[in-house]
T-cell receptor, first 114, second 109 residues
């Protein structure tokens, strides 16, 4: 049973398209995240939701819109895709949104924009 | 810019030797630190954590050292094995978990 699962694992699309990545966690955690990992392996937080409520929104273009229908799901929709959006996107979850606690990551979704 | 970084982007280690991976952080308010391991094609996995009221913590074959005076974190891996080949990240937590750029560890047979 995968704890944090993301789909799709790979996504190749053209500039200007709109795409979504879905994430589900079965750990019963309250908090979920989206991270972006660039080609140099640098991991940067994008968003965090606690019990469906947005709590962290880093400097991310508003073409990126997260949606949390319930606390087990956090989806990421990206409008008008650009070349610079090519990256691996990781979903993660943690028990709480407090300042301590392990993050559990999914396997990543590799987005390639042509 | 990001507040957490690693001193070296790559580290090559002979199998059986000990590895030391270093990390500098800049936010003195951070009270919790984690080391993650990321194998190729996978998500980061938790290795070990340490709170700011400690300076050393040991796990199975791994030890994390925290020096708050110079804002330095290190991960020591004993008897490095081929399965230890991965990218290692340190992360610090104030209100969010911030990651450094990672050190790629390659284990030579």
């Amino acid at each position: 049973d995968t704890a944090v699962s993301q789909t799709p694992k790979y996504l190749v699309t053209q500039m200007g398209n709109d795409k979504s990545i879905k994430c589900e966690q079965n750990l019963g955690h309250d908090t979920m995240y989206w991270y972006k990992q660039d080609s140099k392996k640098f991991l940067k937080i994008m968003f965090s939701y606690n019990n469906k409520e947005l709590i962290i929104n880093e400097t991310v273009p508003n073409r990126f819109s997260p949606k949390s229908p319930d606390k087990a799901h956090l989806n990421l929709h990206i409008n008008s895709l650009e070349l610079g959006d090519s990256a691996v996107y990781f979903c993660a979850s943690s028990r709480t949104s407090g300042s301590t606690g392990e993050l559990f990551f999914g396997e990543g979704s590799r987005l390639t924009v042509l | 810019g990001e507040s957490v970084g690693l001193h070296l982007p790559t580290l090559s280690v002979q199998e059986g030797d000990n590895s030391i991976i270093n990390c500098a952080y800049s936010n003195s308010a951070s009270d919790y630190f984690i080391w993650y391991k990321q194998e190729s094609g996978k998500g980061p996995q938790f290795i070990i954590d340490i709170r700011s009221n400690m300076d050393k913590r040991q796990g199975q074959r791994v030890t994390v050292l925290l020096n708050k005076t110079v804002k330095h974190l290190s991960l020591q891996i004993a008897a490095t094995q081929p399965g230890d080949s991965a990218v290692y990240f340190c992360a610090e937590n104030d209100y969010k978990l911030s990651f450094g750029a990672g050190t790629t560890v390659t284990v030579r047979a």
